[in-house]
């Protein structure tokens, strides 16, 4: 093979995080003046969507990812349990959020857009722990964390700053669990089989969500001036 585990594991690394510091850069967006309402309306959607997001791709796929690992595997199971912990913060962070723009938090009241569902349908037919690492901790968490560590974040821009905050607080927790995403991506780099498996997991799943993450920053009032990015 290529490369080695480790060189792999970077690649998959990487091909996620160049997509979260394309598609979150400020420069490659004009922005719009919105009504207020349809601004308020756009970001609540926005918030409601995170929440349920911390929820589900944060407790219910860990825990299916402890079930899924091997006995031997105790300490990254217990990492794992305490991501779902941190998840569930985020969950209340969001939470909160919405509760100050007089908004619904409540998970069960929020209909699923159907491109959230196709994301969901990525983690679900995961057959091995670190497959669902590769469309989860290994895909989306990266490109999250470009949300607060790119400079031209446009979100800078886009939030006030209190939500910006909270945001910031929540990308603090995110190293440990994109560790955890490595390390089940290492245990299942030994063939080329896996390798593909893993590959398109992190593909399907990161088509769905740039789809949606550009959706909803358009909505916030910008429009795109540069091509989507890409995979490699």
Same mark, same amino acid.
């Given at each position: ?100 723009? *007089?908004?619904?938090? /409540?998970? &069960? ?9 196709? !994301? %969901?349908?990525?983690?679900? @037919? ?66 080329? *089989?896996?390798?593909? /498996?893993? &590959? ?9 969500? !740039? %789809?949606?993450?550009?959706? @909803? ?16």
């Amino acid at each position: 093979m290529k490369f080695t585990p480790n060189e792999y594991m970077q690649a998959l690394y990487h091909r996620a995080k160049d997509i979260g510091d394309d598609l979150y850069d400020s420069r490659k967006y004009e922005f719009i003046r919105l009504d207020p309402e349809v601004y308020r309306e756009a970001l609540v959607t926005y918030m409601r969507r995170r929440a349920w997001s911390e929820w589900y791709f944060g407790t219910v796929a860990q825990a299916r990812q402890i079930m899924l690992l091997p006995e031997d595997q105790v300490d990254l199971k217990l990492r794992l349990a305490r991501q779902i912990r941190d998840e569930v913060r985020h969950y209340d962070v969001f939470a909160q959020q919405l509760k100050r723009f *007089d908004a619904e938090p /409540r998970i &069960a009241e929020f209909v699923l857009p159907e491109i959230l569902v196709r !994301m %969901q349908k990525v983690q679900m @037919e995961a057959e091995t722990a670190p497959e669902l690492a590769a469309a989860n901790q290994f895909a989306g968490e990266i490109v999250l964390s470009s949300m607060t560590d790119l400079e031209t974040s446009i979100f800078k821009v886009l939030f006030d700053k209190e939500l910006m905050d909270a945001v910031i607080d929540i990308e603090k927790d995110e190293p440990p669990h994109i560790a955890n995403g490595r390390d089940m991506v290492l245990l299942f780099c030994d063939t080329l *089989d896996h390798r593909r /498996r893993l &590959a398109a997991s992190q593909e399907k799943y990161l088509t769905a969500m !740039m %789809q949606l993450h550009f959706t @909803e920053i358009i909505k916030l009032g910008c429009r795109r001036v540069a091509p989507l990015p890409v995979f490699e």
